[in-house]
């Protein structure tokens, strides 16, 4: 997942790239903000900024392949298009597997969302007009994101944990949606069959209480819950964000269902959504960097009436 995805992404960039080195004066990267720290560790994101033309709107990129994310994987061509519409871009890096779990990345990206809005001023950008973006693991994020934001509180100490950490609008590529159901009805895939090559991430944990040593779930109906949960087609409600997922109807490692049951929930709870099929494409292809085209319209779309 994780290869073939930075190849694909290789291959937007090294399209879309050129045409934005041209302007490269007109951003600003400001390189490892620390937008929350977990074990000692410091979590980071690069924020790109417009110094021309900003529109006042964020796109928070998930760097992340196969639940594997690396400041290596932080590529202009992925968001070149975004940055010359004016959108200042935070690309995010979140705990990468196998020392971390998806329930623990999900939390990394909850906290990376509340950052982003907690500092909006700071950036320059309005924390209701914020997107999400990204692709196979970093759009089964993006779509968590936009299906099952953290509330905002008033019961945290850290004022950051305070915000909640909705998105507006999502644009993903070939994301996986539902464990529980992957390919075909009934078929749970917790890092088997296709996926056995991702089996950390799903290596759910708990804690012993006599001895507070992390112990992995190996009871199924624990594992198929915990599956449930992180899952973005059983969040899908009415205030879900809109969503545009782009996805191959040839993809082996995701398969195109995959969308599809989510689309069809997002149609029944009445939220805006599009699928692009790509005909004969796998799980990334050449020209991408034309569907990011495509992803910054829909965003447009959205964001503007947000500033309405």
Request: glycine share 10%; net charge positive; with cysteine.
């Amino acid at each position: 997942m994780l290869a073939r995805w930075l190849l694909a992404l290789l291959m937007a960039g090294s399209l879309a790239a050129p045409t934005l080195a041209a302007d490269a004066p007109n951003y600003t990267r400001t390189e490892d903000v620390i937008y929350g720290r977990k074990f000692g560790l410091a979590m980071t994101m690069d924020v790109f900024a417009p110094k021309t033309g900003a529109n006042g709107a964020g796109v928070i990129f998930c760097v992340s392949g196969g639940w594997i994310s690396a400041k290596e994987g932080i590529h202009l061509g992925f968001f070149a298009e975004f940055l010359k519409r004016g959108y200042t871009v935070f690309a995010v890096v979140h705990g990468s597997q196998p020392k971390f779990t998806i329930p623990e990345v999900l939390d990394d990206m909850h906290r990376a969302v509340r950052y982003i809005r907690h500092n909006a001023g700071k950036y320059g950008v309005d924390k209701e007009r914020l997107a999400i973006c990204g692709g196979s693991a970093g759009g089964h994020l993006s779509l968590m994101q936009g299906t099952a934001p953290k509330p905002t509180t008033i019961l945290e100490l850290d004022a950051v944990n305070r915000e909640s950490s909705k998105v507006a609008v999502v644009g993903c590529f070939f994301p996986p949606t539902d464990f529980l159901n992957y390919g075909k009805e009934g078929n749970v895939m917790l890092g088997d069959g296709v996926l056995s090559g991702f089996r950390p991430p799903f290596e759910f944990w708990e804690r012993d209480p006599k001895t507070n040593a992390l112990i992995v779930i190996s009871d199924k109906a624990k594992r198929k819950e915990i599956g449930k949960a992180i899952s973005p087609v059983y969040h899908v409600t009415k205030d879900s964000a809109p969503a545009l997922i782009v996805h191959g109807d040839a993809d082996k490692l995701v398969p195109i269902q995959q969308a599809e049951l989510i689309i069809a929930r997002y149609k029944e709870a009445g939220v805006p959504c599009e699928l692009i099929v790509k005909k004969g494409a796998d799980h990334g292809w050449a020209g991408m960097d034309k569907d990011l085209i495509t992803i910054a319209d829909w965003f447009d779309k959205y964001l503007a009436k947000k500033s309405n």
